[in-house]
């Protein structure tokens, strides 16, 4: 399928908040517990950082937001503005990876390339600024589509938050 992109704004995040909200709400009780879906939006959410750097990318069906996500040269893992164990700070392209981050589609456009779109432009973009490898925190419902997309698993990230509920992350990195 061909869809058209561009790079989000500020102005676009009412949009992207309501897109992060209805995939989550769709796509995650097929692979979490209610209470892992719950705890979800601790980890998961809207990093503006990517918005202010020009790293983070709408996909339109026409003139629908179908898909959201990008890639970061900061060394924050995932995660939105309000999760814990942030990092801002720049990486080095030439010894760090860069970071796949805050890919969502909505449910109604799964498995029609959206995910592989946002990952190619987030890849190139990053190869362009002369990193060599990306990495991104993978949750259940992106797990078969980064392996699919040459994506190996580093470790597991996953921890059991204060109530023992745990949502599994896992850190996954590819060459470029």
Request: glycine share 10%.
């Amino acid at each position: 399928m061909s869809f058209s992109h561009r790079i989000a704004s500020r102005d676009d995040i009412p949009a992207i908040e309501t897109l992060m909200a209805t995939s989550m709400a769709g796509l995650l009780p097929d692979v979490l517990t209610p209470e892992q879906v719950a705890k979800s939006n601790a980890s998961m959410g809207l990093d503006t950082g990517l918005l202010d750097d020009g790293t983070y990318f709408l996909i339109f069906d026409g003139e629908t937001l179908i898909g959201c996500g990008g890639w970061s040269r900061r060394r924050t893992l995932f995660g939105g503005n309000h999760t814990k164990g942030r990092d801002e700070s720049l990486a080095d392209p030439k010894s760090e990876p860069a970071k796949i981050r805050a890919m969502y589609t909505h449910p109604d456009h799964v498995r029609r390339g959206v995910g592989k779109l946002l990952l190619d432009l987030g890849e190139e973009a990053a190869r362009a600024e002369g990193f060599q490898s990306v990495e991104l925190g993978a949750t259940a419902s992106g797990l078969l589509l980064y392996e699919k997309c040459g994506y190996v698993v580093i470790e597991d990230l996953s921890e059991p938050d204060e109530d023992g509920v745990i949502v599994p992350i896992i850190l996954m990195r590819k060459s470029l």
